[in-house]
């Protein structure tokens, strides 16, 4: 929900909001994309030609030919490949697009991998972001959704920027970041800016209370992939670090906090 949040306004932007493409294979009431039905309206060529079945909803499914998302069923073949074809058109059109692929994590590198590596060997740009991430939720529905290792996967890629955000600010900061390099020019400082990469973000739907960003943050630990979180809830005595990435780290969070309460032992958490 919060990424979608982000997407939302990120689409509402007058300068650059007109060049995202939400690709939607499925689900995507799931993942709480319904939200922007009525106001990006799914794209059509030949408009809405028939009646929803949600239709008196006030989020009711509706198609436009001026429509901005992309839903294309269950057919994450067809997602990628509009997902190539928007993450190339600045090459191929003189026109960068944004796209931004939102599936279950389980049904990308696992089921379209190679297709994956294909858009990254024709420099495609754009996030692909795997969503209820992990192996703590939807298991009734099958271990198609218990997913652990999208994120190694995509870490064989050398095109694909890889992240497992836990909190909302890291989104943020990694969609922005992902921005920049993707898309900004080179800054006076030496910064780069239309780097051929594809972001790859997992987002999990854990109901656990989004913290505010710290004050202080380490963004740039953050970018890189590791950063002191939390400090040692004993100072003094035996000391530990806990990493953790993505959902696990409110439990690094408890785990810390038990270590300096049952055994004396200090732990700083990073992730």
Request: hydrophobic residues 40%; negative net charge; aromatic residues 10%.
């Amino acid at each position: 929900m919060a990424f979608v949040r982000l997407l939302r306004e990120l689409v509402k932007d007058p300068e650059v909001g007109g060049r995202f493409v939400p690709v939607i294979p499925d689900e995507a009431r799931t993942f709480g994309m319904d939200s922007m039905f009525p106001t990006q309206k799914i794209y059509n060529p030949n408009g809405q030609q028939y009646t929803s079945v949600d239709a008196s909803l006030m989020l009711a499914y509706r198609e436009s030919e001026q429509g901005q998302l992309l839903h294309e069923g269950i057919n994450e073949a067809g997602s990628v490949g509009s997902f190539t074809a928007a993450g190339t058109s600045y090459a191929t059109h003189g026109q960068p697009m944004i796209p931004v692929y939102v599936f279950y994590s389980m049904f990308g590198f696992q089921r379209t991998g190679d297709s994956i590596w294909a858009a990254a060997d024709q420099m495609a740009r754009g996030f692909l972001v795997g969503a209820t991430a992990g192996r703590t939720t939807l298991t009734g529905e099958g271990l198609q959704h218990n997913d652990g290792h999208s994120l190694l996967l995509a870490a064989t890629n050398p095109a694909v920027a890889a992240y497992d955000p836990a909190f909302s600010y890291e989104v943020a900061h990694i969609v922005k970041d992902g921005l920049r390099r993707m898309y900004g020019e080179a800054g006076p400082d030496g910064t780069l800016g239309g780097e051929d990469l594809i972001y790859y973000l997992t987002v999990y739907n854990e109901p656990y209370v989004q913290p505010a960003e710290p004050a202080g943050l380490d963004v740039d630990g953050l970018l890189k992939g590791i950063y002191r979180y939390a400090p040692s809830a004993l100072p003094d005595g035996p000391q530990v670090r806990l990493l953790a990435s993505g959902v696990a780290v409110p439990w690094a969070l408890r785990a810390r906090d038990m270590l300096a309460q049952q055994w004396g032992v200090g732990a700083r958490c990073g992730r």
